[in-house]
């Protein structure tokens, strides 16, 4: 129904940026939720942002200040733009879907997101 999929990961240096993409397809609607999940080594998966159609944002607590999510409903495409990295912010990155209508949820394949000391 809905196919998601990520890029934009790697590689970098603390204090550095990196940019996060996740292209949605399928039955897409302007109106439903997109956001951005993130689970570390040894740790549970967590929120790290998201971005309803009336652009209304939240952000994880470890995050707010660092990282800006955005949306282009034309492209179908949400991004993550992720700022002051620091070593803690290793790990996978899930692109999130949410059906509002139905509370459905799809997840992309995730990206890993490496940042080095």
């Known amino acids: 129904q809905v196919q998601l999929v990520e890029s934009g990961g790697g590689l970098v240096q603390a204090g550095g940026s990196l940019t996060l993409s996740c292209a949605a397809s399928?039955?897409?609607?302007?109106?439903?939720?997109m956001g951005w999940y993130r689970q570390g080594p040894g740790k549970q998966r967590e929120l790290v942002a998201s971005?309803?159609?009336?652009?209304?944002?939240i952000y994880g607590d470890s995050v707010k200040g660092r990282f800006t999510i955005s949306r282009d409903n034309v492209k179908n495409t949400v991004y993550l733009q992720m700022n002051s990295l620091k070593p803690e912010d290793t790990a996978v990155y899930y692109c999130?879907?949410?059906?509002?209508?139905?509370?459905?949820?799809?997840w992309g394949q995730g990206t890993q997101v490496t940042v080095s000391s």
């Open positions: 999130n879907y949410l059906r509002k209508v139905t509370n459905t949820q799809f």
């Open positions: 399928g039955s897409i609607s302007r109106f439903d939720v």
């Open positions: 971005i309803s159609s009336s652009v209304n944002t």
